[in-house]
């Protein structure tokens, strides 16, 4: 299979390059600039705001996997809003704008996220769960609604934190955010990064369609991620954080959206297909990332 990556986190872009390549896939990278890739990956240059790929664009690949936009963490100021709403919008446009129904391409997976919930408190929510409300889950509306645009079969992948050493959500927390955020009764949907690899590359042989929570199958509230993450390190639990301390770095919206707010996400999908994971519960998840190296850097 010859699959398209654009840019995306680099955790994420290189742990499924390397994953792909290793089973024998061929992968073009679609980048604004050069980034960080494993070696063997073909470049082409794209002008995602612009809805250009350079020459032969999507018409010799198989599928596309799209994980492009601004990322969602930090403080939200108003022009960290509009860049949010429209880079990864706009960005799934230019990629949906160069598929054909009876192209080549007949699958695209896009990254979306499980902030689409919003706060759902202790209710299990699955891909046909509505949205919650706030300014995120209208977003992340918006980035799903341009992929429903697709020709082809489309999933979108509403992803949770990603476990990984030294990348992503361990590498947030561990700059001050290593305490309890919130009332640590919310539910943390998470997944680490090789399960997470393995998902998708799984679901681009799979037609299903529409929204799909892949996260891992274990509930974790934020208290027990706090005590386990600390039970692995070898170190005590550490004091909360203080409510005023999240608002004076986050500001009030994102403290509420990103660290706060409650879902939890059941993986209904990947447990019906009986995907296996290799890190099913959180503390070999966090076991590993703790370990020399992670499976996918």
């Known amino acids: 299979m010859r699959v398209a990556v654009t840019e995306g986190p680099p955790h994420l872009v290189g742990g499924l390059a390397t994953a792909l390549m290793k ?36 018409s010799d690949v198989d599928a596309v996997i799209n994980m492009f936009g601004s990322p969602m963490t930090g403080r939200w100021t108003t022009a960290v809003k509009e860049e949010l709403l429209s880079t990864r919008a ?31 408190g ?3 929510v699955t891909g046909d769960s509505p949205p919650g409300s706030g300014f995120l889950s209208q977003a992340i509306g918006m980035w799903e609604a341009a992929a429903r645009h ?17 990348r992503g959500y361990l590498a947030r927390r561990d700059r001050g955010l290593r305490g309890r955020v919130g009332s640590g009764r919310q539910y943390i949907p998470w997944i680490h990064l090789t399960d997470w690899v393995n998902a998708v590359v799984l679901l681009l042989e799979d037609r299903t369609e529409g929204p799909l929570n892949i996260v891992a199958p274990t509930d974790t509230t934020e208290a027990e991620f706090v005590s386990t993450w600390a039970r692995v390190q ?16 986050f500001g009030a919206d994102a403290s509420q959206e990103l660290w706060w707010a409650s879902a939890r996400a059941v993986p209904q999908h990947l447990l019906d297909v009986g995907f296996t994971y290799r890190y099913p519960d959180l503390e070999s998840a966090l076991l590993e990332a703790a370990g020399p190296a992670s499976a996918h850097g």
């Open 90 to 120: 706009t960005g799934t446009l230019s990629v949906v704008s160069m598929l054909e129904p009876q192209g080549r391409c007949q699958r695209l997976l896009a990254l979306s996220s499980t902030r689409f919930y919003a706060d759902a």
């Open 122 to 124: 202790a209710a299990p």
């Open 234 to 249: 070898g170190r005590r639990v550490p004091l909360p954080v203080p409510d005023w301390v999240m608002r004076a770095r």
């Open 23 to 58: 089973r024998g896939d061929e992968v073009v990278l679609l980048e604004r600039s050069p980034h960080e890739a494993p070696d063997g990956v073909e470049r082409r240059h794209w002008d995602p705001l612009a809805g250009l790929i350079d020459d032969p664009g999507l």
């Open 150 to 166: 697709s020709p082809v079969p489309t999933a979108l992948l509403r992803t949770p934190a990603i476990i990984a050493r030294g």
